[in-house]
């Protein structure tokens, strides 16, 4: 059995100003009898350093919102509302509530817990529609994360064999193909907003301590990043293949932006880049109206990784609004199953890529027919950025973001994909799967919330 994957956080805080979903504010009627610091596990209450018979500030930080405080507070001097920030922050994709709990997750690499439970609706609009099947979660064996059973999250990159040639020998005949392994179903993929080399720098020093790559501009890739090559893949259009021959050399994959004249010339195009090197070849396709027939045809000229790139909300690009645009979930599906009807979709890979926000959505991303997946907005949120939706998308870096040191934020990407990791090994426990690769196209393990709406109430409205 191959050694346990474990990704290793430490609690890194930042001290910049950020979204919390409340405010605790302590009246002047407080008699400082410090029942609240008793009651409170979280320690959102202490004792002032300075003067240790008064209480201190509530600090809203570490508040899991139980309430315990304002309940035990023998005068009622604790009060609590909803912050104006988190009223503010966000829209109707990327809510404040998960702007805070990437902020969590990157502070210590815990999943967050929430004092209060959740209150929420139980679905909604893209993969809030759908729910996964937990029916293992009851067996004490399925537990991935404490060490009981082994489960593994690697993925394998690459073209594969549909089927193996021996000779009369017995000798195998049939020329494996090349693959790079990941040891988590998810890649970087370079934001497109201005980010300064320091966040640049940590994107990719964590992506190498993760085991895994970072999808970067060519033009980026200056002689301080070139050290990292073998965990970089390099972005670029066709024209530009033979202007960066030295670069591929090192690179063990590369991204080839789509265009329509590239459907004509696939084949010439990996020829080229095979004489150059032994990088995989990775077509970044955006997911535009029936992209699966342009996936489809990708895989039947050879290619052999497809990325599927949709806007930051994970919706289908050039749609008009309200035009019944799909979704990254939808789009995904239609792919894997078009490539199953053409009887090829063990040989090729797929990336998904647009809305992925949290670690839920990397599994339901797969069992709708991914690969893997690849992020970019989570990495930057994680590091106290603010997103707001309305009218276009528009994203706020904190101030004081360019004095952070490499190593911490580093560090905060390292324990962001720490809680992912843990969230994809419980997600799999529960669902009885031991192997990444087995989450691709397990469909019958999940409940789409619009077929069973259909098929409950289709015929009578």
Same mark, same amino acid.
């Given at each position: 059995?191959?050694?346990?994957?474990?990704?290793?956080?430490?609690?890194?805080?930042?001290?910049?100003?950020?979204?919390?979903?409340?405010?605790?504010?302590?009246?002047?009627?407080?008699?400082?009898?410090?029942?609240?610091?008793?009651?409170?596990?979280?320690?959102?209450?202490?004792?002032?350093?300075?003067?240790?018979?008064?209480?201190?500030?509530?600090?809203?930080?570490?508040?899991?919102?139980?309430?315990?405080?304002?309940?035990?507070?023998?005068?009622?001097?604790?009060?609590?509302?909803?912050?104006?920030?988190?009223?503010?922050?966000?829209? /109707?994709?990327?809510?404040?509530?998960?702007?805070?709990?990437?902020?969590?997750?990157?502070?210590?690499?815990?999943?967050?817990?929430?004092?209060?439970?959740?209150?929420?609706?139980?679905?909604?609009?893209?993969?809030?529609?759908?729910?996964?099947?937990?029916?293992?979660?009851?067996?004490?064996?399925?537990?991935?994360?404490?060490?009981?059973?082994?489960?593994?999250?690697?993925?394998?990159?690459?073209?594969?064999?549909?089927?193996?040639?021996?000779?009369?020998?017995? %000798?195998?005949? /049939?020329?494996?193909?090349?693959?790079?392994?990941?040891?988590?179903?998810?890649?970087?993929?370079?934001?497109?907003?201005?980010?300064?080399?320091?966040?640049?720098?940590?994107?990719?020093?964590?992506?190498?301590?993760?085991?895994?790559?970072?999808?970067?501009?060519?033009?980026?890739?200056?002689?301080?990043?070139?050290?990292?090559?073998?965990?970089?893949?390099?972005?670029?259009?066709?024209?530009?293949?033979?202007?960066?021959?030295?670069?591929?050399?090192?690179?063990?994959?590369?991204?080839?932006?789509?265009?329509?004249?590239?459907?004509?010339?696939?084949?010439?195009?990996?020829?080229?880049?095979?004489?150059?090197?032994?990088?995989?070849?990775?077509?970044?396709?955006?997911?535009?109206?029936?992209?699966?027939?342009?996936?489809?045809?990708?895989?039947?000229?050879?290619?052999?990784?497809?990325?599927?790139?949709?806007?930051?909300?994970? %919706?289908?690009?050039?749609?008009?609004?309200?035009?019944?645009?799909?979704?990254?979930?939808?789009?995904?599906?239609?792919?894997? %199953?078009?490539?199953?009807?053409?009887?090829?979709?063990?040989?090729?890979?797929?990336?998904?890529?647009?809305?992925?926000?949290?670690?839920?959505?990397?599994?339901?991303?797969?069992?709708? =027919?991914?690969?893997?997946?690849?992020?970019?907005?989570?990495?930057?949120?994680?590091?106290?950025?603010?997103?707001?939706?309305?009218?276009?998308?528009?994203?706020?870096?904190?101030?004081?973001?360019?004095?952070?040191?490499?190593?911490?934020?580093?560090?905060?990407?390292?324990?962001?994909?720490?809680?992912?990791?843990? %969230?994809?090994?419980?997600?799999? =426990?529960?669902?009885?799967?031991?192997?990444?690769?087995?989450?691709?196209?397990?469909?019958?393990?999940?409940?789409?919330?619009?077929?069973?709406?259909?098929?409950?109430?289709?015929?009578?409205?």
């Amino acid at each position: 059995m191959p050694k346990k994957y474990h990704i290793h956080p430490k609690a890194t805080p930042l001290e910049l100003d950020y979204v919390y979903k409340f405010k605790i504010v302590r009246g002047e009627n407080c008699i400082n009898c410090g029942k609240c610091s008793k009651v409170c596990i979280y320690q959102a209450h202490k004792r002032s350093e300075a003067d240790p018979r008064k209480m201190a500030d509530p600090n809203t930080v570490v508040c899991r919102n139980c309430f315990r405080c304002i309940q035990e507070c023998p005068r009622g001097a604790l009060e609590k509302s909803l912050d104006t920030g988190y009223l503010t922050t966000g829209g /109707s994709y990327w809510k404040a509530d998960i702007l805070i709990t990437l902020w969590k997750q990157a502070e210590d690499g815990n999943v967050p817990v929430s004092g209060a439970g959740y209150r929420g609706p139980f679905t909604g609009k893209g993969f809030d529609s759908m729910w996964t099947d937990m029916s293992e979660i009851v067996r004490p064996t399925r537990d991935g994360i404490h060490g009981r059973e082994y489960i593994s999250t690697s993925i394998d990159l690459g073209r594969k064999l549909n089927h193996l040639v021996f000779g009369a020998e017995k %000798q195998l005949i /049939s020329k494996v193909p090349d693959t790079v392994d990941v040891s988590l179903p998810i890649l970087f993929d370079m934001p497109a907003e201005k980010l300064n080399s320091s966040i640049r720098l940590a994107m990719v020093k964590a992506a190498t301590e993760l085991n895994t790559f970072v999808i970067m501009p060519v033009a980026d890739i200056t002689a301080e990043f070139e050290k990292h090559i073998d965990n970089i893949i390099p972005c670029l259009s066709a024209a530009e293949i033979d202007t960066h021959k030295e670069l591929i050399k090192k690179a063990r994959m590369v991204s080839v932006e789509y265009d329509d004249a590239l459907l004509k010339k696939l084949a010439a195009l990996m020829e080229k880049v095979k004489k150059i090197s032994h990088a995989l070849l990775i077509i970044r396709v955006p997911a535009v109206k029936e992209v699966e027939y342009t996936a489809s045809k990708l895989a039947r000229d050879g290619a052999e990784i497809i990325h599927i790139v949709a806007d930051y909300r994970g %919706q289908e690009l050039n749609s008009p609004a309200g035009s019944g645009s799909r979704h990254l979930k939808d789009i995904v599906r239609s792919i894997h %199953q078009r490539l199953v009807e053409d009887k090829m979709r063990d040989e090729v890979t797929i990336i998904a890529s647009g809305g992925i926000g949290l670690a839920e959505h990397v599994t339901k991303s797969m069992l709708c =027919g991914a690969d893997l997946t690849a992020i970019d907005l989570p990495l930057l949120i994680g590091l106290g950025a603010r997103i707001y939706e309305e009218r276009e998308k528009y994203l706020v870096l904190p101030e004081g973001l360019a004095k952070i040191s490499t190593p911490v934020i580093e560090q905060r990407m390292i324990n962001l994909m720490s809680a992912w990791h843990s %969230q994809i090994l419980e997600m799999m =426990g529960a669902m009885g799967i031991r192997e990444a690769r087995r989450l691709r196209g397990e469909s019958g393990r999940a409940i789409f919330f619009e077929e069973i709406d259909k098929d409950t109430f289709g015929k009578l409205f």
